[in-house]
């Protein structure tokens, strides 16, 4: 009841003039609910909660998704996971368009969290900012990090934009590589394409659980 109204509980249990004087007093803003912003406390805990267990996996990733905006091609983008004082934050660059037309480049920006043993990021496309993508990975089980699975749900970056959902693989790198020669490699590619690993391309096909209709991530 507090929160609904906006008051204290002492305030409430106030003399009914007392309150009603206090009342008029308050700032207030016509046709608004007075409630703290939980959201952003929430994500504050997760995020500073999630540092420790996020250390292990900072660094440069190989991205790769079916596209959204080109369906049947593979897109591979160049993924960062690194520290700051507020959190593990990343940062994603991909490189859009078939070989031989023009490209245009998405610019991510998030934050990642880990909740219920599973690895969360939040980005929105800072170019446009007409996107926001939601990428659930599973953790990694091993010692060293190879590859980790997931889902991406977003938005296709072309008309009609249909909001989708696919399995994403995302590559580990180490911390030290040559950016240049590594954004060079971002784009589309065919499923059957040779520079697309194997592996991935396997973790990439399917999917779908039959008889569910739901879209799952392979664990490794």
């Known amino acids: 009841m507090c929160d609904f109204f906006g008051v204290e509980e002492s305030e409430i249990l106030m003399p009914h003039g007392q309150f009603m004087e206090l009342i008029r007093l308050k700032p207030h803003e016509s046709g608004v609910r007075a ?64 070989p031989g037309q023009r490209k245009f480049t998405c610019k991510y920006e998030g934050a990642c969290f880990m909740l219920g043993d599973r690895l969360f990021m939040t980005v929105m496309e800072m170019l446009t900012r007409n996107e926001v993508m939601q990428i659930i990975l599973y953790p990694s089980y091993n010692n060293r990090i190879h590859y980790l699975t997931g889902v991406v749900s977003g938005v296709a970056a072309r008309a009609p934009r249909p909001p989708s959902a696919t399995r994403i693989v995302c590559q580990y790198m180490g911390d030290n590589l040559d950016l240049r020669k590594s954004l060079r490699l971002s784009g589309l590619y065919t499923p059957d394409d040779p520079a697309i690993p194997a592996e991935v391309r396997a973790m990439l096909s399917g999917g779908v659980r039959e008889g569910t209709g739901l879209i799952e991530a392979p664990l490794l």
């Open 35 to 98: 409630e703290p912003n939980k959201i952003a406390a929430i994500a504050e805990d997760l995020r500073m909660g999630s540092r420790r267990d996020l250390d292990r996996y900072v660094g440069y990733y190989f991205t790769y998704y079916n596209s959204m905006s080109h369906p049947g091609m593979i897109l591979r983008s160049l993924t960062r996971i690194y520290r700051t004082r507020f959190g593990i934050n990343v940062k994603s660059i991909e490189t859009v368009g078939m």
